[in-house]
Every structure is written in structure tokens, then in C-alpha cells.
């Protein structure tokens, strides 16, 4: 499923945070919450590895662009077969998610090596997209349910 397609998806919840350490496990309660809300069971085997991915990515960018972005943009979504989200902050870094030859970037050293890692172990897709303005990015996930 591409990124552009997850407006199509019934479920969707966004959440705003300040860019501070607190957001990172508010960002993973409320994803928590959201997938009980739309019926997404707990124990599926994708579930937890999606907590991780957006725990690492909410991590990232209170690490990396708190001084840039004083907000962290956390969306949330489910369909039938996937589940994806996407956090979004206004550092203008992109970081490359996959090397030319394929591989995940920085695997093994945690951090983004981690989320793509989890992420194609599950068959999903891990895209960044860069703001329109060139000063900000999002981090889409897709993972298969």
C-alpha cells in the first residue's frame, strides 16, 4: 500500500505533541489506545514491533529536532489488512532510510537501523517525506496486519 493511500483507511487518529521526552510514551499510549479502539488485538504479532518502530521514531525527533520543532505530529491509522503512522517534525533532515545496495540504514546500531529492520522483518514499507517548504519531514510507516 503507498503512503499516498492512507487517507483511504478508516481508521485515523492525529496527535500533537510539545517535542520533550514525555512524548515519546505518550505517543506510544495513545497508539495503545487508538488500535483497542478500532479493534486491532493486542497480541498481534505485528503490534508490539509497532509500538517499538514509534517509540524509536518519536525518540528521533525529540533527540534530533527539538531545536528546529518545538511540536512532534504523531499520525495514527488501520485498515482491515494494515495499520500505519507517521511522525512528522520541522527539522529539515531527512535521513536515509535504505542504502544503495538495499540494505536498512544503520542496522544494528538501534535508532532508525532498528525501526527499518522491524519494519521490512514484517513485510512493511518505511517512506520519508519532506515538506512542501523543504523544512520538515514525516516518517511514514506501513506494516501488514
Same mark, same amino acid.
Given at each position: /500500500? /503507498?503512503? $499516498?493511500?492512507?487517507?483511504t %483507511?478508516?481508521? &485515523?487518529?492525529?496527535l500533537?505533541? !510539545?517535542t520533550?521526552?514525555?512524548?515519546? &510514551?505518550?505517543a506510544?499510549?495513545?497508539?495503545?489506545q487508538?488500535l483497542?479502539?478500532w479493534g @486491532?488485538?493486542?497480541r498481534?504479532?505485528?503490534?508490539g !514491533?509497532?509500538?517499538? @518502530?514509534?517509540s524509536? %521514531?518519536?525518540?528521533?525527533?525529540?533527540r534530533?529536532?527539538?531545536?528546529?520543532?518545538p #511540536?512532534?505530529?504523531?499520525f495514527?491509522?488501520?485498515?482491515q489488512?494494515?495499520l500505519?503512522?507517521?511522525?512528522?517534525?520541522?527539522?529539515p533532515y #531527512? !535521513?536515509?532510510?535504505l542504502?544503495?545496495?538495499g $540494505?536498512?540504514?544503520?542496522?544494528?546500531t538501534?535508532?532508525?537501523g532498528?525501526? /527499518?529492520?522491524l $519494519?521490512?522483518?514484517l513485510g512493511?514499507?518505511?517512506?520519508?517525506?519532506?515538506?512542501?517548504?523543504?523544512?520538515?519531514?514525516?516518517v511514514? @510507516?506501513?506494516? !501488514?496486519?
Open positions: /500500500m /503507498m503512503s $499516498t493511500q492512507l487517507e %483507511l478508516p481508521h &485515523r487518529h492525529v500533537t505533541l !510539545p520533550t521526552p514525555p512524548a515519546v &510514551r505518550t506510544r499510549e495513545t497508539a495503545e487508538a483497542a479502539e @486491532i488485538d493486542p498481534h504479532p505485528a503490534v !514491533p509497532a509500538l517499538l @518502530i514509534l524509536e %521514531l518519536v525518540t528521533n525527533s525529540v534530533h529536532a527539538a531545536l528546529f520543532s #511540536q512532534v505530529t504523531v495514527y491509522a488501520a485498515g489488512d494494515c500505519a503512522f507517521a511522525v512528522h517534525d520541522r527539522h #531527512q !535521513p536515509p532510510l542504502h544503495a545496495s $540494505t536498512a540504514a544503520g542496522t544494528g538501534g535508532g532508525l532498528t525501526v /527499518m529492520e $519494519t521490512l522483518g512493511g514499507t518505511a517512506v520519508v517525506r519532506g515538506d512542501a517548504d523543504g523544512k520538515g519531514k514525516s511514514w @510507516i506501513t506494516l !501488514p496486519l
